[in-house]
């Protein structure tokens, strides 16, 4: 089986993109194999463009580059976003990614009965990597805004199961080894039982 690992952060020295590399060693040692999608290296552009909305609006062709990244989605039976935590969201690259890419007719349809949701066969799995401390999140209630965002707003709009979230915090120790054997321990454990939603 294959995971598509979409990372957004511009350093690839940075923690983000450490986290996104033991997630794919993970999976990889697991017998299965993975791609990692680093959006700021391959220059994706996250604006929502006039060719955007003239394929909402008008049905014309999808831009070049939103049909590959919809492809590389289509090839993978797994999604896994790592991603740094910007103002109690996505960072804009990968709004930017979602906003263009999971769009009507491929990640859900519009009907006159409804919504159709078109992803119902694709596991996500998130990895959010934040500044503060647990204290922080739990007291204005951000990490539960976050998960209904993001695991309910976004992908149950389009069908596709949440089946991990996990918040990677500062150790009080400062030592990130305890995190990144959760990440290998998610890669190596996706393709295990997929429908079995572990709480953050």
């Keep these: 089986m294959h995971a598509l690992i979409v990372v957004a952060h511009p350093n690839p020295q940075s923690l983000t993109h450490h986290v996104a590399a033991t997630v794919r060693s993970g999976i990889e040692e697991s017998g299965h194999s993975a791609e990692i999608a680093d959006l700021a290296a391959e220059g994706f552009d996250p604006r929502y463009s006039a060719a955007d909305q003239a394929a909402y609006v008008k049905g014309d062709a999808i831009p070049d580059d939103v049909a590959a990244e919809q492809a590389r989605i289509d090839r993978s039976d797994s999604l896994v976003l790592v991603y740094p935590i910007y103002w109690w969201s996505f960072p804009g690259l990968l709004k930017g990614w979602i906003d263009r890419v999971f769009v009507n007719g491929w990640a859900y349809q519009e009907t006159d009965a409804g ?86």
């Design 115 to 200: 919504i159709e949701k078109k992803l119902a066969r694709l596991m996500v799995h998130l990895v959010g990597i934040g500044g503060a401390d647990l204290g922080t999140y739990a007291r204005r209630g951000y990490q539960w805004a976050m998960r209904t965002q993001i695991e309910h707003g976004i992908f149950d709009y389009c069908g596709a199961s949440v089946v991990r979230s996990e918040l990677f915090l500062p150790p009080e120790s400062g030592d990130w080894s305890e995190h990144l054997a959760t990440a290998r321990t998610i890669g190596a454990d996706m393709f295990r039982d997929e429908r079995v939603e572990i709480a953050a």
